[in-house]
């Protein structure tokens, strides 16, 4: 088990005395990784997700408000958010072609407005 979970479970008050630390902090980090990832394709999950990201960034009045809203938390967790949406876009153009043309028509979307928001606004906008 690595340092993190070990930290966790202790934290939670989980220690030796109460059986094997391994086996005991195993279930609170237990996920069906299935919902998640399969060998062929998108899970259901997956696809669940993109396309909730895809309605994000191709309604105007739902990234508005979802931007201004990360924005508003964090400036850096609009770009990171757009960082690992493309990648994860792009992770899942090769895992399913059908979407592929979707999926890069987003990608350039959040490049370009980034890019652009860089030009007009310095490297750092809020």
């Not at 309605?55 to 201004?68: F, G, I, N, S, V």
Request: aromatic share 8%; proline share 3%.
């Amino acid at each position: 088990m690595n340092r993190m979970r070990r930290a966790v479970c202790r934290g939670r008050g989980i220690g030796p005395r109460d059986g094997d630390l391994d086996s005991v902090c195993a279930s609170l980090f237990a996920r069906d990784v299935g919902k998640f990832r399969q060998i062929g394709g998108l899970s259901q999950t997956a696809q669940a997700l993109a396309a909730r990201h895809l309605e994000l960034w191709t309604d105007p009045k739902l990234k508005a408000q979802e931007l201004d809203r990360m924005r508003h938390s964090n400036a850096e967790w609009d770009f990171m958010g757009r960082t690992f949406l493309v990648w994860s876009l792009a992770d899942m153009s090769l895992r399913n072609p059908a979407s592929k043309p979707d999926y890069l028509r987003v990608m350039d979307q959040i490049i370009d407005e980034t890019l652009r928001l860089e030009k007009e606004r310095d490297i750092i906008f809020s």
